[in-house]
């Protein structure tokens, strides 16, 4: 609960937007002027503060670092050719920042704050929106516990904060991926759903061992068969079979509802394919593939945006994909690249002013 979003606002006195090339920005690497920082102590949200961007101070014994409650979001915001600027999707990003909440037994973060929060200091730094093709600036939104104490419980101290940082392309290559079907991301009943900080960590030791094999990232299968397809890297995951688009669906809980996955939905069924949201087997991929029906292969995600896969690996089996032949993933591109970047009217009331 907060009384009101009263943020208060103090400013740097020297930017360091000039001693920063925005051309080719790796992912992550630099961050604005400023960053949100607001407490919640006594079952109340307190001390909103935009500020100049510096480390925290912690005590080592703080829970978050121990016990692993913390949650994060990815929006982006764009600017179009007259200057303004735009949050994509801002609104379903906090409620799924909010559903994680919950899993992690967490504070909900009231919508207010968290859009006004992002809405004020984006308007701070806005001249650190990239406007350069596939660049934009990557928000970052996360809370996690603060209780200076190792007993394992929820804590009753939480900080919530935002970060900006301007961004190019995630994975800017086509990717080749391992079908992984040792390790787990998430199972039924378990936080694949939730944006929670552990479910990355977890997932590197199989990602670095699919690297030594070549591979970019894997394509998580379940936790009991290791054959229905979850997610892929950071991304959700999209296969073009005959003329239908198919994704696993939302129903067990093993994969995040990503908001590109939304839109990507959404901008399929507006072109006419049709989609479909469900279980979906390796083996029918496979069955597919040697019939000359898996037409496409693709990531979605908000730092991802949409990334194709150029091979698949399943056991000793290998998929190659002639990617530059594909249209249909790189036109949902353009399609949601013209509605980021004000090119063309957006229907769905999906961008937020500044
Ligand atoms: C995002 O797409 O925002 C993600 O969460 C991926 C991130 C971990 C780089």
Not at 34 to 48: P, Q, R
Not at 212 to 222: A, E, I, M, R
Not at 313 to 328: A, G, I
Request: charged share 25%; glycine share 8%.
């Amino acid at each position: 609960m907060i009384a009101a979003v009263n943020i208060n606002i103090t400013k740097v006195e020297r930017s360091k937007l000039k001693d920063i090339n925005l051309e080719n920005i790796p992912f992550g690497k630099y961050f604005t002027d400023h960053m949100l920082e607001v407490d919640y102590e006594d079952g109340v949200w307190k001390n909103a503060e935009i500020k100049p961007y510096q480390p925290l101070l912690l005590d080592p014994s703080t829970a978050a670092l121990h016990y692993g409650q913390a949650i994060f979001e990815g929006v982006k915001a764009y600017k179009n050719s007259a200057g303004e600027a735009f949050i994509f999707r801002p609104l379903d990003n906090c409620k799924r920042f909010n559903i994680s909440a919950e899993r992690m037994q967490m504070p909900q973060v009231p919508e207010e704050l968290f859009m006004e929060g992002m809405r004020m200091l984006i308007d701070l730094d806005k001249n650190w929106i990239p406007q350069q093709k596939d660049h934009s600036l990557y928000i970052r939104p996360f809370m996690f516990s603060c209780d200076p104490m190792i007993g394992v419980r929820p804590s009753d101290k939480y900080k919530f904060m935002i970060l900006l940082s301007p961004t190019g392309p995630y994975y800017s290559n086509p990717m080749r991926i391992y079908v992984e079907e040792h390790y787990v991301r998430a199972v039924p009943g378990g936080v694949g759903y939730a944006k929670a900080a552990g479910n990355y960590g977890a997932a590197m030791y199989a990602t670095a061992e699919a690297k030594k094999k070549g591979y970019d990232q894997v394509l998580w299968t379940d936790a009991f068969e290791h054959k229905f397809v979850q997610e892929c890297g950071t991304m959700n995951v999209f296969f073009i079979i005959g003329n239908k688009v198919i994704t696993p669906g939302l129903e067990t809980g093993t994969i995040l509802a990503g908001v590109t996955r939304d839109s990507v939905l959404t901008v399929l069924k507006e072109m006419g394919f049709e989609v479909e949201e469900r279980r979906l087997n390796i083996d029918e991929i496979i069955t597919s593939q040697k019939a000359g029906e898996l037409k496409e292969v693709f990531g979605t995600g908000t730092a991802a945006t949409i990334s194709l896969i150029k091979e698949l690996r399943y056991k000793d089996y290998v998929m190659e994909f002639d990617v530059d032949s594909w249209k249909t993933a790189p036109a949902v591109k353009d399609k949601l690249n013209a509605i980021r970047y004000g090119q063309t009217t957006d229907n769905h009331g999906w961008m937020l002013k500044v």
